[in-house]
T-cell receptor, first 112, second 111 residues
């Protein structure tokens, strides 16, 4: 049983560029949440997708957007990258929003 | 005031001792509480969850919840060097679909 898978694992971008991160949820899960984790900090909630709609959003600017596909997989897009966007981006899946959250290994983004 | 607060540590305990990790939260209506373990460079891994006041035990781990004091803790008995990691407390607040995480407590178990 595959867990939550994310791609790419590492990437380097320059300021102003755009990035797309991808996530496949754990089998049987229908809800995907995205978190940003800066070094030495806890994960910060970006947004959650369920039934292909954004259901809740954290305190992140509109530069951060996402999508969920019919197979429950999800993408996180970040436009106009800033140096401060450098972080580990974690995808987590659950069954609806009430189930336990399981994390993927993350995508480490470095913005130069 | 942060929504979920943890002492950043490091908390250093000798091998075989009990490690006690603490967390306070601000939303009195919070219903669900989680402890995650995160090894350096890795993603968070769920250890335990607790919904009701009192203690919940799972192997060497015990989660304790006191909603009146807005306090949740994690006890690790017979601590092992492999328990050395950052422990994240997470809370699902009132009307929230997502978890709010603390900044984590770094635990070091000395052999």
């Amino acid at each position: 049983d595959a867990g939550v898978t994310q791609s790419p694992t590492h990437l380097i971008k320059t300021r102003g560029q755009q990035v797309t991160l991808r996530c496949s949820p754990k089998s049987g899960h229908d809800t995907v949440s995205w978190y940003q984790q800066a070094l030495g900090q806890g994960p910060q909630f970006i947004f959650q997708y369920y039934e292909e709609e954004e259901r809740q959003r954290g305190n992140f600017p509109d530069r951060f957007s996402g999508h969920q596909f019919p197979n429950y997989s999800s993408e996180l897009n970040v436009n106009a990258l800033l140096l401060g966007d450098s972080a580990l981006y974690l995808c987590a899946s659950s069954f609806k929003s009430t189930g336990e959250l399981f994390f993927g290994e993350g995508s480490r983004l470095t913005v130069l | 005031q942060k929504e979920v607060e943890q002492n950043s540590g490091p908390l250093s305990v000798p091998e075989g001792a009990i490690a006690s990790l603490n967390c306070t939260y601000s939303d009195r209506g919070s219903q669900s509480f989680f402890w995650y373990r995160q090894y350096s460079g890795k993603s968070p891994e769920l250890i335990m969850f607790i919904y009701s006041n009192g203690d919940k035990e799972d192997g060497r781990f015990t989660a304790q919840l006191n909603k009146a004091s807005q306090y949740v803790s994690l006890l690790i008995r017979d601590s092992q060097p492999s328990d050395s990691a950052t422990y994240l407390c997470a809370v699902k607040g009132t009307g929230r679909r997502a978890l709010t995480f603390g900044s984590g407590t770094r635990l070091q178990v000395q052999p």
